[in-house]
């Protein structure tokens, strides 16, 4: 009698085990690994585009001992898309070339998408539908390639013209201004310089004279990274930072820049004293370098 129950007890664990085993999930990759994976797709997706640059904050930040969540940003360009847009706002160029942000947040393990939409764009540059139509075709054309589920919505509710846009007027010829600002970043010690877009040189590609503008993408790792540490999605537009220079028909030159706490409240309705250390810090170190 005993023999029989323990075999019968014995059929019963294996077939358990069995059922176990082949109803277990697979394993979900984690979430950096997914991160990863999102920036191939869009790799795959941007091919006819020009890059610019593409920045790993989490992995530049740990290189520095600091930690941020998984944080990707691919920035590349359509030139001519760029040159009508600017011909409309020479602000626009701050949110320019387009820019798809690879990420998680920090209480999360599933991976995320934000970009620039061109809703964004209207609402922050006052252009119209039209304005923004080949952008926007471009954008969701790359956007498709992942699940509508991992997108991320773009906010704008509280985006009104300008907002975030710090802008300070130089005392300087262009050169100069830029001369200037590249020493001042550079003086800082701990900030990495990613690329600069010449917008004034792609334009010529196309025919049309466009007077003197450049975006200059630059970033500390460190404190980047402390700022981004529970407010990730900053990656997109307030890290790395985008300086943007350009003069008038008159020569007049104008740098701006965006502000990080602005975004952070945007995103997160919140802000962190490294987002305002950072934003005192640029504020000083641009207005320094072009008007003293």
Known sequence: MIIKYLKNLIITL????????????????KVGQQVDQEVVELDKKIRRFTPVTKIDHARFARKEGVYTPPSIVTIFSN??????????????????PYKVLCYSEADTTLAKVAYTSAEFLKKRHGLTDEDVKDFNKDITR???????????????KDVTKHFGIHTVASKYDFETTVKNLNEAIGAQGD???FAVVDYQKDAKKYGVDMNPMQLILFGGPA???KAMHTTPRLGLDAFCQKLLVFADDEGNVTVAFNDIVDFSE????????PQRVINYRLNDTFSGAVTD
């Open 223 to 225: 404190p980047g990274g």
């Open 79 to 96: 030139p001519k898309v760029n040159t009508k847009l600017i011909q409309k706002n020479p602000l626009i160029a701050i949110d320019l």
């Open 191 to 193: 900030t990495e310089f």
């Open 14 to 29: 294996v077939i358990i085990s069995i059922y176990s085993c082949s109803s277990t999930p697979p394993a979900v990759p």
């Open 266 to 273: 945007l995103y997160y309705d919140t802000w962190t004293i």
């Open 142 to 156: 790359v956007i498709s390639a992942f699940p509508q589920e991992s997108v991320v919505t773009s906010t704008t």
